[in-house]
């Protein structure tokens, strides 16, 4: 956390890289990762590669797309998720 106790990273899975290069993270909405990136947009990205032993940040505004208001969203990225562990 950073000195006002705002989370300074949260981990999140990407799900998917649109074709115009926007990143889509799917977050549970419990854990108010949601509501941190609505008051603070600014945010970085870390991806680690490993192959290639190098770090990769990206900084950018993230925009928060609420599932409960997109009929349909909520279910098609349940229906998406990975089961085999």
């Known amino acids: 956390a950073d000195y006002k106790g705002t989370p300074s990273v949260r981990t999140m899975v990407l799900r998917e890289i649109s074709d ?37 940040r990206v900084v950018a505004s993230a925009v928060v797309l609420d599932a409960e208001n997109d009929v349909g969203m909520r279910e098609a990225w349940w229906d998406r998720l990975d089961t085999r562990g």
Do not use: Y
């Open 20 to 56: 115009d290069g926007a990143l889509l993270f799917v977050s549970d909405r419990r854990t108010h990762k949601d509501d941190h990136i609505r008051d603070r947009p600014q945010c970085e990205v870390m991806f680690w590669l490993p192959k290639k032993n190098m770090q990769i």
